[in-house]
């Protein structure tokens, strides 16, 4: 049996790979997978690939390329979700901020620097024009910690995606004032450069397996119900992401990763760009 541990966000989109472990079909193939949910996101997934926390990562693809390009020692395997994520803009249901316009020059709520939360803000504020130098920033970890700081004023607004932020829309904890899609598929599948070489038969299996559990996921019994259950959503709402969310079965291509790099050197979060093989295996 080999083992090998796997990292990502407490999200919805994440279900394949909970069914797969529960019915031990990486098992079945002497594959032990590991899962360990990291609610504070991207950030956070990048520590733990660079200091040997998680050999395999589930993240957002703007995060981890980023990352690479800055020294973690890991490759984009594939993509994992080829549509685009929708990142919600959020501010207390409190607050005097009517619409995007109104947030220009408000504190973002950011779960680290280098998660999505961080990256997105800048896109944002290039969308609507803004001085991306003149974004600040205030540090929450995690969607609870972002409640605390929106709710007390320590930042003015917070993007989060927006099904599973729903739940706070909802409850009249946040209100969101805009949506800001990704302009490329929001997760990837990332492993380090070590796992890779040493159990490249194995990293091949759990791709194989996760790649037919995900090929034809929308099709399960209930499955609406299932994740409504699970992540605290409303049935409707789980209906309308199903219908917006596209699993992938391939690996990044180039195109995709040079629209994603330009961006980022564009809005001066990476310095030096990689090539597309440094950041690909």
């Not at 685009?84 to 020059?105: C, E, F, M, R």
């Not at 003149?134 to 995690?142: C, G």
């Not at 490329?184 to 996760?210: D, H, T």
Request: proline fraction near 3%; include cysteine; charge should be negative.
């Amino acid at each position: 049996m080999t083992t090998l541990k796997i990292a990502g966000v407490p999200e919805h989109f994440n279900l394949p790979w909970h069914l797969c472990i529960q019915n031990n079909e990486f098992a079945n193939h002497s594959i032990d997978l590991q899962w360990t949910d990291v609610p504070e996101g991207t950030g956070k997934l990048c520590q733990m690939l660079r200091n040997g926390e998680t050999d395999i990562a589930v993240i957002l693809t703007e995060g981890i390329i980023k990352d690479i390009a800055a020294g973690n020692d890991s490759k984009i395997v594939q993509v994992y979700v080829d549509s685009p994520l929708i990142w919600g803009i959020h501010v207390a249901t409190g607050s005097s901020y009517q619409n995007i316009n109104d947030i220009k020059q408000g504190k973002v709520a950011i779960s680290r620097y280098g998660s999505g939360s961080h990256l997105m803000a800048f896109v944002n504020a290039e969308n609507q024009g803004w001085d991306t130098s003149k974004l600040d920033f205030e540090i929450v970890n995690t969607i609870d910690g972002a409640v605390d700081a929106l709710t007390e004023g320590k930042a003015d607004y917070f993007m989060w995606e927006r099904f599973m932020t729903k739940p706070l829309v909802d409850n009249g904890i946040f209100r969101r004032v805009g949506d800001c899609p990704t302009p490329w598929p929001c997760f990837v599948i990332a492993v380090r450069n070590e796992v890779l070489q040493n159990n490249s038969n194995a990293i091949g299996m759990i791709l194989e397996v996760i790649n037919n559990k995900t090929a034809g996921f929308k099709e399960i019994e209930n499955i609406d119900t299932v994740l409504a259950d699970k992540y605290n959503q409303k049935v409707e709402d789980i209906r309308e992401w199903l219908k917006l969310t596209e699993w992938s079965q391939t690996k990044l291509d180039k195109t995709t990763f040079d629209k994603v790099q330009d961006q980022l050197v564009r809005l001066n979060i990476i310095e030096n760009k990689t090539s597309f093989e440094a950041v690909t295996g």
